[in-house]
C-alpha cells in the first residue's frame, strides 16, 4: 500500500480560492480536503472543491492534441505532437495576420480555471491584435463600472462584512451561500452579531429565507427599485447633508431624477409592494454602516446593466457606506505587485490597433471612452494603467458577427480557452453559425474536454486542470481589485499526460511569433517579476500558506506614494451626476428604462425568464461535467409556479417548452412557489457525454437556456454593451403527452 501525505494547495474550482490540503497517494490525487490553517477559508471545503480530482480523472479527458479530419465538426482527430500543432497554428496566425492585419486574431477565455486564466490577454497585446474577449460583461462588471463611474474604483461590493461592525448586509441578486460560500459565513456571522440582512431576488433563495426583509422584484427592474431606494433616502432626510456638500457633485440633478421613481410607482415596475420599497431603504438608513452586495443577477440584466450598477452606487455612497470601516473598503488595485494592466501588457498594444476593439465603435468604455475612465482612475491610483482593463474586453455578441459577416473587419481566426460559448453565450445559434462559418479560417480550442464548442475547433489542445498547475492571485489572477493583497501555491501535482497549462501555451507560442523575450520559462518566474517591486518571491509567499495582505505585501523602501486626488473620478468627487457619461453622450444620472425586448413582446410573451442561478455543486460552463452537480441536477430543469404551471395545463416532472422572441427549447417542469407567478428560471445545460444528435450533440440547442437570450445591440447595455440573460420575456407551453428530452449516449 502506498502511504499516503498532503500537500497544501490552493483550490480554483471557483474564485474563492479557499485553503486546501491535497492528498496524495504516490502521484496521484485521492482526496481533497478543507484546509484548517488557512486564513480566510479555516478548514471550509465546498463539495465541487472535495471532487475537483474527479473532474481531473474525469475519462473523457482530452489528453493528446487534435487536429480535424473531415469537415468541421466531424467528429473525426487525428492525434499530433505539440510541437506539431504549435508549429501549424502560428504559421497559420502570420499567414492571416499578413492578409487581413493582426485585429483578425480574436482570443476568448471563460471559466475561472486557474491562476493564469486570462493571461492569453498578454499575448494578445504583444501580438497587436485588440480582440481579447471575457465574461467580464456579464460578471460583476457591470456593477463594478457602475461603482468606478460614480466614486472612482471597483468593484467594491465584494467587501467582507466586519461581525459586530457591519450592522446591515443586503444581498442584491447575489446567491452566495452557492455562489460565494466564504462569504456567506462571513454573513452568518456578521448576523450573529446582530447584523440585519435584506435580500433583492426574485428567487425565494436559502439567503432570502433568512432575511429579516426580502424583495421580490421582477428580473431586470432592480434599476428602478435601486432609484426608489434613494428617493426614499432623499425625501426623508437619511442621509447626511455636510457629506454630500463636501464629497460629491449632481446631488441636486440625482434628486430631481428619482423624483420620477416614488415608490408608489416602482410598486408597478418591479412588483414589490411600496410600503416594502420604503422599509429596505428605511432599514439601511438605520443600520450603518452596511454593504450592499451587488451579485450577477443585476450584471446579466442587459440593457439596464450599468445603468442600475449606477443607482446602486449612489445608494451606497447617500447611504453613508461608503469607505467607512464595517461597509464598503475602496481597497484599490495592488500598489506594489504588478497587476492588472501591467501584467497584461496593456501598453504594448499600439493605439491604432487599440481602436479597432470590436464594440468599441458603439460602446464608449470599450472605445475611446476608456482612456477617460483610466486617466481619471490613475490620478487615484499611484498613477497605474489599465486598472480596469478587465472589464474593457472586446464584445463578445461583435465577435460572432465579425467572424460570420466579416463586420466590421474579417475575423479569421479563434483562440479559445475553457470557454464554451456554444452553452453559455446568449443566442448561441448565432455562436454555431460563426463557429461553422468558412469565413473562420483558424479555430483552436484548448480545453479539458470535447464540448458542443471544442467539438467544432480545427485543433483541441489538451489543457492542465487546476492541480496541475501552480497558483497566483492578486484578486483573480492578475486582476487586483483587493489592495495589498497576493496569495501563491505550488503546484499539487505535476501536468500529466500532454496537458498544458495557459501560460504555457501562450509561452510556446508567443515564442513562435516573435514574443520570445516576454515570456519566462515558468509561470513562477513571471509572478517572481510581478512580486518583485513588493519585495515579495513566488516560493516565499507560497510558504505562507495564506496571502500576504496590506503592509506585509510592502517594499519599506519604496518612496512614498504618488500624491493622490480624492476619487478616482474626473472630478475628484463621488460623482452622483457622471461627467463621464455626459462626455459619451450617455445619460450622466442613474436612469432606468425596460429592456428593450419587452417593447415588442406584448401579450405574446406574458411571463420574464431569468437563468444562470448558482448552485454550489457547480460552477458556471463546467457544472454539468462535475459530477457532484450532475448527481444532484441530473437534467436541465425549468422551475415555475404552481399558478403558472396550472393554467398552462402543466404537470410536475413534464417536458415543457420555454419560448422567447430569440429561439426556443424545452426543459423538465419543476413546479414551485420558489418563483412568483410571473417568473420562471432555466437552466443553461448540455450533456457532456454527447451523442444526443447528430446535428446537436451535446443537446444544447435542444434544452439550453441560451437559445433563448439576446446578444443584439439593442438588448445590451450602451455603456459596454453587456448582454442580456435575464429578464426576458417569454411563456411556456405544455408538449404532447410523452415528450422527452435528448438522449445522449
Ligand atoms: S468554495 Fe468550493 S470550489 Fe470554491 S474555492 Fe472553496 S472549496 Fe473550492
Redo the contacts with the bound molecule.
Sequence with gaps: MIAERTRPA?????????G?LVRLAGDRVVALD?DPEHPS?RG???????A?HELHYDPARVHEPLKRLGPRGGGRWQTISWEQALDEIAARIAELAARHGRETLAYGYGTLHGADWSIGERFMNLFGSPNGVGQDKICYAPAGLGEALTYGFGPTFYTYPVPGVTRCLTLWGMRPSAS???LWMQIEQARHAGAKLVVIDPLATREAKRADLWLRPRPGTDGALALAMIEVLISRGHYDPAFVAARTEGFEALRDRVADFPPARVAGITGVPAADIVAAAEMIAANRPGIIHAGNGVCQSGSPATQTGRAIACLVALSGNLDVPGGHAIAGPPRDVIANGAAIAVGALDPVQRAKRLGGDRYPFIGAGHADVDAALARRWYGQQGVLAWMATAHEPALWRAIEHRDPYPVTALILQHHNPVGASPDLGAVRRALLSPNLELFVSHDLFLNATSSLADYVLPAAHWLEKPFFSTAFGVLGFAGDYAEAAQAPIAPEEAHRSDYDLWRDLGARLGQERDWPARAEEFWNDCLAPAGLTFDGLAARRGPAVGEAARDPHRPPDVPTVGYGTPSGCIEFRSRLMESWGLDPLPGWSPPALFAGAGADFPLVLTTGGRR?EG?HQHAPQQSPYRRRYPEPCVSLHPETARAAGIADGAWIAIETPIGAVRQRALVTDAVGPDVIHADRWWYPEGGCAPDDPYGVLAVNINVCTDGADASCDPVFGAWLLRGVPCRVRALPAGAAGPRPA
Excluded: D, E, W, Y
Aim: glycine share 12%; with cysteine.
Design positions: 490552493v483550490c480554483t474550482a471557483c474564485g474563492q480560492q479557499c486546501i478543507g477559508s471550509f471545503i465546498c463539495p465541487k472543491g472535495a475537483a460565494m460560500p466564504l454550489l460552477f
